[in-house]
């Protein structure tokens, strides 16, 4: 054995590269892991879901302090923006993040190789190291955990200043007086979040005529409500036909999604954010034979296995799966135990989604119109965060709610769905109780600690049969 020579090589250090790759070193295999960013950790550590959230909780503060602090009794005075200082902040936590995975690697033995890696052939990989010159892995097993990149919009040119992608919109140098977001999907409104609660008008334009496709309708209508209420407009069932640079900013050209006549829209920044593609050119795929389908994705089958023998796909690049860090985690741990020799399996419909607004949406399982299309007869639950205690006592009680859907014969527990504080951290228990085949009586029957959020959790299972005890 060489030292360019190894069980299994994976191509992209994001979520499911490197939770693969130490989890796959773990297991007794010798493991390379190539990532040309110069940082591990993918989009989701240094452009994505990190650097959001950092600056989610920096400008849920601030608002709070602006807005919120008074009703608690807590008055502020000569309050400004040291925009800079959050920046900083945000790069930090980031960095931090980044170096702690690459001590993971040395811990675990994983050899982490900074450059570009494309198939050279079924068994190696042809890597152009970022320090330069060319490196030449052989492997047994490749896996293709690339992820996704920004999905761009005809007409509308990025230049990541005036018109930016999410990845832009982490690094404005100033607040907007009037950001535009094209996009009605979870980034698009977490960052219209971000810089709304520091002082911009936001607007989100979405070609359908609702916002976040996908989640459960109710939550949906609620979430629009809040941000609504938050001073976000939406123009629904709008399309944006193009975009031109003017003094100071961007002027839109949009039009009904049904067709009309077109308006003009000027704004300070726009974010386009219609949605991401997965990251296969340039990876010499075609070249050594594996199938993608027209948009790029790669299939693969039940052992994550392209057509091709021993080249395998995990994450953002495959097809019919939702593009979440948790979930490319979760595929990147199976499947180095299948390649170890064990078994494993991962649960898609057990695979949580949350939008970090505020209030947060989090959601697992079926939604109430999958159900009925299905034709799944079931009965809801429906607990509102008014009626929680700890709620109430920390303010966050407006509007939010647990919805449990569970089967009208069994009482298996099919979706949970809850828009309110903390829900991200809250849809946890739902997730066990649906991997584990839970009912709602489980949960009803389960102590939970009070005062508490979750509270709302055992209230909503009790209410799937009528007898909630707090409403």
């Not at 602090?69 to 945000?90: E, N, P, V, W, Y």
């Not at 949960?443 to 509270?455: G, R, Y």
Request: with cysteine; charged share 20%; proline share 4%.
């Amino acid at each position: 054995m060489t030292d360019n020579n190894f069980d299994v090589v994976f191509i992209g250090g994001g979520p499911g590269g490197y939770i693969g790759a130490i989890k796959a070193a773990q297991l007794g295999l010798r493991t390379a892991c190539v990532e040309m960013r110069g940082t591990l950790g993918g989009t989701c550590l240094n452009v994505g879901c990190i650097p959001s959230k950092a600056l989610l909780q920096s400008s849920h503060l601030y608002h709070e302090a602006e807005a919120g602090f008074a009703q608690h009794g807590i008055k502020t005075q000569g309050l400004s923006l040291d925009l800079k200082a959050m920046m900083a902040r945000k790069t930090k936590v980031v960095a931090d993040l980044t170096t702690g995975i690459e001590g993971l690697f040395k811990k675990n033995k994983v050899e982490y190789i900074p450059g570009a890696g494309r198939l050279a052939s079924a068994g190696s990989v042809q890597v152009s190291l970022n320090a330069g010159g060319e490196r030449t892995l052989t492997a047994e097993n490749i896996v293709i955990a690339t992820g996704s990149q920004v999905m761009g919009l005809p007409g509308v040119e990025i230049d990541e200043k005036t018109i930016v992608s999410s990845t832009g919109a982490l690094s404005l140098n100033k607040v907007p007086k009037h950001l535009v977001v094209i996009g009605g999907g979870y980034i698009g409104l977490e960052m219209g979040s971000v810089w709304g609660r520091l002082g911009a008008k936001v607007t989100v334009v979405e070609f359908l005529d609702r916002i976040t496709p996908g989640m459960d309708g109710e939550l949906a209508r609620n979430l629009q409500r809040s941000l609504t209420a938050q001073g976000m407009e939406f123009r629904l069932g709008t399309k944006v036909t193009g975009a031109r640079k003017a003094r100071g900013g961007v002027e839109l050209s949009l039009e009904p999604a049904s067709g009309g006549d077109t308006e003009s829209v000027k704004a300070d920044v726009v974010l386009v954010s219609i949605g991401r593609k997965p990251f296969t050119d340039g990876l010499g795929l075609a070249e050594v034979g594996v199938n993608m389908d027209p948009r790029g994705f790669i299939p693969v089958d039940e052992d994550y296995q392209t057509n091709v023998a021993g080249i395998f796909a995990i994450g953002d690049v495959l097809p019919d799966r939702p593009m979440l860090a948790h979930k490319a985690e979760e595929e990147g741990v199976v499947l180095a135990e299948k390649l170890a020799g064990h078994t494993g399996e991962v649960n898609y419909g057990a695979i949580p989604g949350v939008c970090y607004t505020w209030p947060e949406v989090a959601t697992v399982g079926q939604s109430e119109e999958q159900l009925k299309a299905a034709g799944i007869a079931y009965n809801k639950g429906r607990f509102s965060f008014a009626a929680n205690s700890r709620a109430r006592s920390s303010g966050d009680s407006e509007g939010g709610f647990v919805k449990l859907l569970a089967d009208k014969t069994t009482d298996r527990l099919l979706g949970a769905h809850i828009i309110g504080p903390d829900a991200g951290t809250m849809i946890a228990e739902l997730v066990l109780a649906l991997e584990m085949g839970a009912s709602s009586e489980d949960i009803a029957l389960t102590c939970h600690a009070h005062p508490t959020l979750n509270e709302a959790v055992k209230e909503a299972a009790l209410a799937v049969t009528g007898k909630p005890l707090n409403s």
